[in-house]
């Protein structure tokens, strides 16, 4: 892949090949193609079933979009159905964890044929069609094909924070159609945390008032959400945190707490101190009643209460909890977050959810239908389900901390210290969920860094454990990222958007050709460097800027190439030509970068690259003239790339290790 | 403006100048700017008002958007708010044809004031300021200035054509979006027409059933979409076009046609002879039924009847109308729509509401309130209030004839024949509308259809008569155009998509430099090329180009400039390396083109460009050695140029014209 605005390669027809994600568990090509025509017509041969016929009037929407031929949803001009849709059941009326969500695509010259023995299977499988459809000679068309699927776990999931920053209702509908894309099958709604409290609580309407700064959805918002996922087969957990992670709880109700308040939102990240009172009595009966009452807004069996990095500062500086936890023989803050969870648990069991917590809930006390969710490794994940607990993995999965897609999809639950979990342990693994925290993301680019790496981990969740190929996933995740901007995404779109936004203008070409080769600065790296508070502008450069570079990965490809001694003429010249715009670059992009408050940071980015981009042509040079480079030059290149490897801007030029590789190849002379 | 792909020109910082769309009335520029950051507050200092406070939400999300700051609805951590909005009235509670709507915004260095007599007023003002803020030196940033502002005319309208090809709620609200960024304040929806029926009748619900394909909207969602124009100070009017026009009503109810039925739903476009039968006391009473449940349905004072090209065929060809027309004394079918007209204007009337119709309602047995809009020209429009009607211009305001949006710009309500109405006669001209017919249009392409052209129409009727400078025009609407696509229209975007649908995958940049000089022929000639019908396939490179080709205006602006002698070094050389990248776009744009269904028609477009390119460059050559070419090289090359700008695949080569030009400039040796 080439950066936009250079001279690209001449044009190949597509390979004509299914490119589907996640993998199907089987599929058997035949010969032939399915033309899509406005003769095509849909039957419906199964229970009567109000998300089927959603789906069909989605798919045909959608069909009508990719392709642009007119599919109204009743063409009666057409008598005879070419695509016939077969269910048996009508499935759970609360979606259920573990229902089946197999389905069969038959694909011929003539007709396509999906069965399926739940909607769910029906809604997956017309999903696939979607991304069979490519065009070709004859028009838009779907390969000849069998298709046996069916989801490798049962928990596949994704969960977005909408605490630190809210999502309005239009964001989570995108992500879900994005999910429903991808299959994944369970949004985890983390919905409270010490910035703000999401939900409009009836029976608390405090929280929405005092603890939301006016971002929270309205209960007809959650029932719109919920129905919505429901139709593309999704179901919704919400997420309460607690007992840490509850600073805005306290800014309404601050009796709750373990240290006296007045308590405001908090503005800034990271673990808090404040944590609710686990040894009143009242905090218990104010849960119970909110807690009954959320558990009729969500209809989903899961109920999660977080119960992540409780530091304990409250607990150690209350008197009286300290007498109390004394006078329970509870040793340390665990115990004591141990006794408040048993007692939460008890109140979740009585409205009917099974609860669901982060990794330090673990403990021999809890029930042992309780789901531990790890986000601290494998290790964890082995340890719930060897103690007869259910579990499922995020370690490896969390989308904030802008790793590479193959980083996370070679990542597997059944992976590192949960590889020799016995057969009956494994069957408690459930699955996972790629998360999307909150703390540096907006509206705006939060499909960016959402997808498509998130489409990694759904394909780990569903295709078989032997998928392993990150050349062939990416060359699918080019092609699903396409498809998702045309179920609505806007990740492609919002760059643009906010390169512009950078710029005051269209004309963004040389700090497109800068953007694309950088990568925002990994892990935690970002709140290290600066401060981050919620009402901090998240409009620079690192917040518009891609979690992986596509243009440096190609580039790495071919330097790989090149020195595998496998690069043809073209190739070398193609890697010629992409450096001279490199190296040119700075001069074209630098006048808009002075003066503008928001890129003038991105000055030495820009030297950088022009720099780098130099060091690489030269050395194409002497490789090219029998690999020896004068020992001074080659030593003081070394540095230069070093140097240039370093964070500017929470930024990283990720094109700087691949020209570092071609200095490294040439001996000094 | 260069092609994609280019090699841009350095870049500069934009101009501070406010760049509005609609310009407004007045605009006193100061010194210095208001900053946007967290700490922005909005006070709403008018009586209590839902319109205003959903308006104030919307405009802080969208300040947020643009800018990246993040403004949450209740920023309680603010004390002293900084944004004043004051209005008096509460407006009428069914917005109302002549509301005031102006308001004064005035922006200082530390506040902003924003007064307006009604709520109306308001949300014009939350619109300008949007659009005054831009990315400087100090960061997000309003200029210091006042500005009085108030319409020219109070009907301004966009006419949405959901007959010949359906658009979804979702679509229709975001052309919404887009016409309150520049105030429009009426959406005319066409709702009935031969190819569909798009409204749910409760009374008469074989409407939804038989005469859409199930493309229609429920009631409710009707109501949706009124509330949602309501919020964003816009007018519904309906419109159900009869007594022509009418194929898909006799679907339903073929006893109100004025030949036996059975009827279809007609999927061929232009003049139709199905017309109601205007003799006939059930017509009258089946209206009454369905106007007075429309009339309920849509609040607004106006009700649109349509009546436009009645061919009478069927009239002709029935005895019974006959026979009624000789007793009535009615000497030919204009005499009968008259009659029909009269009758449904008693009917209209009598559930509360305002008729309205195309010019050929016009007939003096009508009472004066009925609203005449003109799509013939300037003289019908004339005519109309001469006689004491009042007037609205559509006439050159077509979308779908895919004119300039200078052409657009540049007719005026009050030009051509309807300069010379008096100063009372004038009075009766309401203002006008811009029209986009659906027939060759679907959900995809619409934005790009309306957007940005649709504003230059929004700025004729909003703006003073005297502001007619194009270029003036041009550089504004392309920052709209920037506006409008954070505002979630898609009219950018979806250029991009359709270009990968029909390359079938990202790699569109040889493509982009071809489809950005292009244009789909004008006027009818693209209906006049080939048969459409409503199931054609909209799919083509003619969908997808662009109405209006920046990059050839640009180019055309180039070449005057050098054939005027204006032209830098710099200048002559983008003007050479633009020129080259046309020349070797073909070879590698073809290889995508053979073999590909639906690009195929593209090959000689790609061909023709290379060979003008080359033309250009070596008209260059001669030009810059003296102007001398040899007399039969100029002559073929005419030859050619005047052979390159016959359509082809329905498309026009735009920069021809200008390498003609270059060539005409040369003397022959």
């Known amino acids: 892949m080439l950066p936009m605005g250079l001279p690209a390669p001449a044009l190949a027809q597509g390979d004509a090949d299914p490119a589907l994600m996640p993998s199907p568990q089987k599929i058997q090509m035949g010969t032939g193609k399915f033309l899509i025509n406005s003769n095509l017509k849909i039957a419906l041969r199964g229970l009567e079933d109000m998300r089927v016929k959603h789906a069909a009037e989605r798919f045909q929407a959608a069909l009508s979009r990719i392709t642009g031929i007119p599919l109204p949803p009743n063409n009666d001009h057409v008598i005879v159905p070419n695509f016939i849709v077969n269910w048996t059941t009508s499935g759970e009326k609360i979606q259920k964890l573990g229902e089946d969500e197999s389905y069969r695509l038959e694909v011929t010259a003539t007709e396509v044929h999906l069965d399926a023995p739940t909607p769910l299977g029906v809604l997956h499988g017309l999903q696939t069609f979607l991304q ?12 000849v094909l069998v298709i046996e699927d069916s989801p490798r776990f049962p928990w596949r999931g994704l969960l977005i924070d909408v605490a630190r920053h809210f999502m309005p209702v239009e964001v989570i509908k995108r992500e879900l159609d994005g999910m429903e894309a991808v299959k ?5 709604w983390h919905l409270s945390d010490d910035q703000g409290f999401r939900v409009e609580s009836r029976k608390s309407p405090r929280f929405a008032k005092m603890s939301s700064d006016g971002s929270f959805y309205t209960q007809d ?4 959400i919920i129905e919505y996922a429901r139709d593309r087969g999704i179901r919704v957990v919400p997420e309460f945190d607690m007992p840490g992670h509850t600073t805005s709880w306290f800014v309404a109700y601050p009796e709750l707490a373990s240290a006296p308040g007045p308590y405001e939102i908090s503005r800034h990240f990271g673990v808090h101190d404040a944590a609710m009172d686990p040894t009143r009595e009242h905090t218990y009966k104010f849960l119970d009643e909110f807690i009954g009452e959320m558990a009729r807004l969500f209809p989903d069996q899961y ?3 977080g119960g992540d990095e409780v530091n304990g500062k409250q607990w150690a500086s209350n008197p009286k909890i300290q007498a109390f936890m004394h006078a329970h023989g509870l040793k340390n803050a ?17 409205h009917g959810k099974i609860m669901e917590g982060w990794d330090e809930i673990l403990h021999a006390d809890l029930p042992k239908e309780v789901v531990v969710q790890s986000w601290r490794g494998q290790k964890a994940l082995a340890d719930a389900v060897q103690q007869g607990y259910w579990g499922m993995l995020s370690f490896g999965y969390y989308l904030d901390l802008m790793q590479p897609a193959s980083q996370h999809y070679l990542i597997d639950p059944f992976g590192g210290a949960a590889a020799n979990l016995s057969a009956e342990e494994k069957q408690r693994v459930l699955g996972g969920e790629a998360c999307m925290w909150s703390e540096l993301i907006t509206p705006v680019n939060i499909d960016e860094r959402i997808w498509p790496r998130a489409a990694a981990v759904a394909e780990r969740l569903w295709s078989p454990q032997e998928a392993r190929n990150v050349d062939d996933m990416y060359s699918r995740l080019a092609k699903l990222s396409e498809r998702l901007e045309w179920a609505g995404l806007e990740h492609v779109r919002s760059y643009d958007l906010m390169l512009q936004r950078l710029r005051g203008g269209t004309d963004i070409q040389p700090l497109r050709v800068l953007a694309d080769v950088l990568e925002p600065v990994k892990g935690y790296a970002r709140p290290h460097t600066k401060h981050y ?3 901090t502008p998240l409009n620079r450069l690192v917040d518009a800027v891609r979690p992986e570079s596509d243009v440096a990965r190609a580039f790495a490809g071919e330097v790989q190439r090149f020195l595998n001694k496998r690069a043809s003429p073209t190739d070398l010249e193609g890697m010629r030509t992409v450096l001279a715009i490199w190296r040119d670059n700075d001069q074209r992009l630098a006048p808009a970068l002075h003066g503008n408050s928001l890129l003038e940071e991105a000055v030495p980015l820009s030297q950088n690259l022009a720099g780098i981009a ?5 050395t194409l040079e002497y490789l090219n003239a029998g690999g020896r480079a004068p020992a001074a030059w080659r030593q003081q290149q070394l540095d230069l790339l070093k140097q240039a490897q370093t964070p500017q801007a929470e930024l990283l030029n990720m094109v700087a290790p691949s020209v570092q590789k071609l200095v490294e190849a040439t001996s000094p002379q």
């Open 132 to 143: 069979l459809v490519q065009i070709g000679p004859e028009g838009f068309a779907a390969p």
């Open 614 to 618: 130099a060091t690489g042509l030269q």
């Open 221 to 224: 918002q959650i029932r719109e």
């Open 533 to 535: 508070e919620t009402t």
């Open 334 to 350: 665990r115990d004591l977050q141990a006794h408040f969870n048993k007692r939460l648990q008890t109140i979740v069991r009585k």
């Open 303 to 305: 109920f999660h209460i």
């Open 184 to 188: 994944f099958n369970v949004l985890h």
